[in-house]
């Protein structure tokens, strides 16, 4: 069921992005719009890994650079019983964490410099083993796809906004469809990153719980999952995160974008207290 979900909020974001196309350039805008679509999906498969942690400039780590953390991965992709992912640090204090790639045998997992200044051990491990669980839920591939698509819509919407301010405006005037012109540019300007941003929502949100759970049982540490949390929501509460694309927000642990009001709104992740009571449950549970 989560798999024909995902498949079909993926496949009305393509069709929202051949919609666009065609409102842009008509019939030839709407097969460029596919081909791109075709491409980025393709793309998204065979190099989201390298796509994304080159956004966020994050660099591979030995066990001599950061040993801690290598051994804490190592340790639990052998309990999950898959293959050890490659490890990735991100130059920014803003504590988060993500993983990528198109399956458990071409996986990476990145961390910032600031998680791994404010957590302790059990909740690294925590979060780590949630990002894991993401990998091994093959969560990752649907979600650089979405956040290909996504950003490939704020593409066209960019192009909108140029074509409006700068391409065939004196044409349109003179055969009057300037008017035409304008609500074609608000429609993609105000309805695109709202359809991106719900998309995202209903792919993640639910994939998140299940992450939380999947993570909280391998490492049988659920109440430090839910602390590390609170601390990343607190702290990204304070200050967002450098950079940060919307259109890869739903990848991190937690929102990099939430000290934003109207990302607060549009949040691609579920309410972290309510994350957090599910935690809670499931370590009475344990």
């Known amino acids: ?4 979900k995902t498949a079909f909020f993926l496949t009305l974001l393509t069709l929202f992005f051949i919609f666009i196309g065609g409102l842009l350039g008509g019939q030839h805008g709407m097969v460029m719009a596919l081909v791109l679509a075709l491409v980025m999906n393709l793309g998204a498969y065979w190099f989201s890994d390298k796509i994304v942690l080159a956004m966020y400039r994050a660099r591979p780590v030995t066990e001599e650079e950061a040993p801690d953390l290598i051994r804490t991965v190592r340790h639990l992709a052998q309990l999950a019983d898959m293959p050890m992912p490659k490890v990735y640090i991100i130059p920014t204090d803003v504590p988060n964490a993500f993983a990528t790639g198109r399956s458990p045998n071409h996986a ?3 961390a910032t410099e600031g998680i791994l ?3 302790n051990q059990e909740e690294l491990e925590g979060v780590l083993a949630h990002e894991l669980s993401h990998v091994r ?3 990752v591939l649907i979600g650089t796809i979405a956040a290909a698509m996504a950003g490939a819509i704020y593409f066209l919407i960019d192009m909108a906004r140029w074509s409006f301010l700068f391409g065939g405006s004196r044409d349109d005037r003179e055969r009057g469809n300037g008017g035409l012109q304008m609500i074609t540019f608000l429609i993609i300007s105000i309805v695109g990153p709202l359809v991106a941003m719900m998309i995202q929502m209903a792919i993640s949100r639910s994939r998140e719980y299940q992450a939380d759970e999947s993570g909280a049982r391998l490492c ?4 430090a999952l839910a602390s590390a949390l609170e601390k990343l929501q607190a702290a990204t509460g304070r200050r967002p995160m450098p950079g940060a694309n919307p259109a890869t927000a739903h990848l ?4 990099p974008l939430s000290g934003q009001a109207l990302m607060n709104l549009f949040s691609t992740h579920p309410p972290t207290e309510r994350r957090v009571e599910v935690l809670h449950s499931i370590a009475r549970q344990m």
Do not use: E, H, S, Y
């Open 137 to 139: 839920n093959r969560d």
């Open 252 to 255: 991190f642990i937690v929102n």
């Open 1 to 4: 069921m989560a798999t024909l």
């Open 117 to 119: 200044r404010i957590l």
């Open 220 to 223: 049988r540490k659920p109440l």
């Open 108 to 110: 990476a997992v990145a």
